[in-house]
């Protein structure tokens, strides 16, 4: 199983970094000063009753580009995610205050309806949760039938959204059955399918891939590198390689704060801040 | 050493035995009931049991075919004015139970379930008959219907919050209104589970006799709509196993059987229920 090229992954130590002919391609592109913004976070603060886990983000997203979030445990890097959809508030005791800015709009300025937010920027959770009371089919469209809508060929969308999600070939023929009864790559792969459905924008994914085999990894890693193309990605990995492969640009967190944001290959190869090093390079973290 | 050992065996033994004797001695009423109850109650059960009216004092024969039906018509009421309301208290409860008064409420639905049966016949009695001034179905289902308000209500709570925040999550990520999320995920997904315990309240309420007392009375003859005072099994059971005749008593212990076997019937299906969902899992 091989995972991208070991020319991507980092070679910390080295402050040459990995300057190849192929990693300089794929970067040449984009940079963190031309980036276009899909959202933009400014002094985002979070809360959880007293505690304050968030302490005053200001972090640009690039449009149609995938954004990695790393740092150790506690640094927020969940928190923050759920901020982009306004999830963190569901929690009791939880409130954020800042801007956060879909468009150039806030989506925390008051007459801005949560809901409507999240289906602009859709979510994929850790651990994979399809609906257990309906089946693979339903779970696909259960987004768009629990908000009101008919699709007018429901089975073109589900047969769509399983395509792109590349799980059709492998359950087209079991489409009536439980979608709890799928491996976990699989289920994760429909939770995926099922926030496509509703056509968002952004997808959020916080650490999608942690309850997942390697195998299973690497087909949704697969599937983010297809992905990218359409949609906004973030994605939040405690796995620093996940992130070197995947991600074309890297956020590091650290205690609530962001220290670094830059393109993926300039964290890991060669980083600003001597934190950032420390924990891509296992000091501590 | 040798002997604390064998004093460590020695008790070990007697506490099992001890354990054994205890659980047998909680299945001999079980059983006796059982047995007493089939070996009195055969006797009486015939195609008329089921099929025709009671007959007068004097004559032999006839049946509680009315009472049945009350029995049936008793319970559905019961669930109508029991259920909804006790579901979403439930989910009242679950979702929005943090506050005070969701606190209170909670206190309240517990106090509520050890509240005895006769009390609240005595309130439906003041609150339908006295105004409506008869006895009715309808009084009764009230009675019954506030018996199993606790039950699904605390039922359904606990069933709701064995239903994974995950759930929650996922549907409120997709854009899905809280209210929406809560009724077509997390209700429909603890659904078999409030339907047992609904079932196993049905079960309680379908064998009380003290809160019809005053509330759907009796009747020897059909009653037709809810209006109507209206035969029950165990108001039946009631009156004709203190009353003199032989005969009756007959019938009261036929009339005990046939709610034994229909309350059993309904505890068995609604764990037979729980079981096959957690099967299919």
């Not at chain 1, 150790?72 to 890097?77: D, E, H, L, T």
């Not at chain 1, 709890?180 to 792969?189: C, E, H, N, V």
């Not at chain 2, 199993?148 to 990520?173: K, N």
Request: hydrophobic letters at 45%; proline letters at 5%; aromatic letters at 8%.
């Amino acid at each position: 199983m091989t995972i991208g090229s070991p020319s991507r992954l980092a070679r910390p130590t080295s402050r040459k970094g990995s300057t190849s002919d192929d990693s300089r391609s794929r970067w040449d592109e984009v940079s963190v000063s031309t980036l276009v913004p899909k959202m933009r976070t400014e002094e985002l603060r979070a809360y959880f009753g007293q505690a304050e886990v968030l302490k005053g983000i200001s972090l640009p997203i690039a449009e149609k580009q995938v954004t990695a979030v790393i740092g150790p445990s506690g640094c927020g890097k969940s928190t923050f995610v759920r901020c982009l959809n306004r999830m963190h508030e569901v929690v009791p005791g939880a409130r954020a205050v800042g801007r956060v800015l879909l468009d150039k709009q806030d989506i925390y300025q008051g007459d801005v309806d949560a809901v409507r937010v999240r289906r602009r920027v859709g979510m994929v959770f850790q651990k994979p949760n399809p609906f257990p009371t309906m089946s693979i089919r339903d779970n696909v469209l259960a987004g768009l039938r629990l908000n009101g809508e008919r699709p007018d060929d429901p089975d073109a969308v589900v047969e769509k959204m399983l395509q792109r999600v590349a799980l059709w070939d492998e359950v087209k023929d079991i489409l009536g059955r439980a979608g709890t009864g799928l491996s976990g790559g699989q289920q994760q792969r429909l939770c995926i399918a099922r926030s496509l459905a509703l056509e968002p924008e952004v997808l959020l994914m916080d650490e999608p891939c942690s309850a997942l085999d390697p195998i299973a990894t690497a087909r949704v890693e697969e599937l983010i590198h297809d992905l990218r193309k359409t949609y906004t990605i973030v994605i939040v990995t405690h796995n620093m390689q996940q992130a070197a492969r995947v991600a074309n640009f890297t956020a590091f967190f650290y205690l609530g704060k962001l220290i670094e944001h830059d393109r993926t290959d300039v964290i890991f190869t060669r980083p600003k801040e001597q934190r950032t090093e420390d924990y891509i390079t296992g000091r501590f973290g | 050493m040798f002997s604390r050992y064998a004093r460590r065996k020695y008790t070990d033994v007697v506490v099992r035995a001890a354990c054994v004797a205890a659980a047998v001695l909680a299945l001999v009423p079980l059983v006796s009931v059982l047995y007493y109850v089939t070996s009195r109650g055969i006797g009486g059960i015939s195609l008329a049991f089921f099929s025709e009216l009671p007959k007068p004092v004097g004559e032999s024969g006839g049946g509680m075919a009315n009472a049945i039906v009350g029995s049936c018509k008793l319970v559905f009421l019961a669930c109508l004015f029991g259920v909804p309301p006790g579901v979403l208290a439930g989910v009242y409860l679950a979702e929005f139970g943090h506050s005070r008064f969701g606190k209170w409420v909670r206190f309240s639905a517990d106090v509520m379930s050890g509240l005895p049966s006769i009390t609240v016949g005595i309130f439906v009695y003041s609150l339908v008959v006295l105004q409506t001034k008869h006895f009715s179905a309808f009084a009764g289902g009230v009675a019954l219907g506030v018996l199993m308000l606790p039950t699904v209500t605390r039922t359904t709570e606990e069933l709701l919050r064995l239903v994974p925040e995950s759930l929650r999550e996922a549907a409120l990520g997709l854009g899905i209104p809280k209210w929406r999320a809560t009724l077509r995920v997390m209700l429909r997904t603890a659904a078999p589970g409030i339907a047992t315990g609904v079932m196993l309240a049905v079960a309680r309420v379908a064998g009380e006799s003290a809160p019809l007392l005053f509330t759907a009375f009796s009747n020897p003859f059909w009653s037709s709509g809810v209006n109507e005072p209206t035969a029950s099994l165990p108001v039946n059971i009631y009156n004709y196993a203190v009353s003199p005749y032989e005969e009756w008593h007959r019938q009261a212990w036929a009339a005990a059987l046939v709610l034994l076997v229909l309350v059993l019937l309904l505890n068995v299906s609604a764990r037979l229920l729980v079981r096959s969902r957690v099967g299919t899992r």
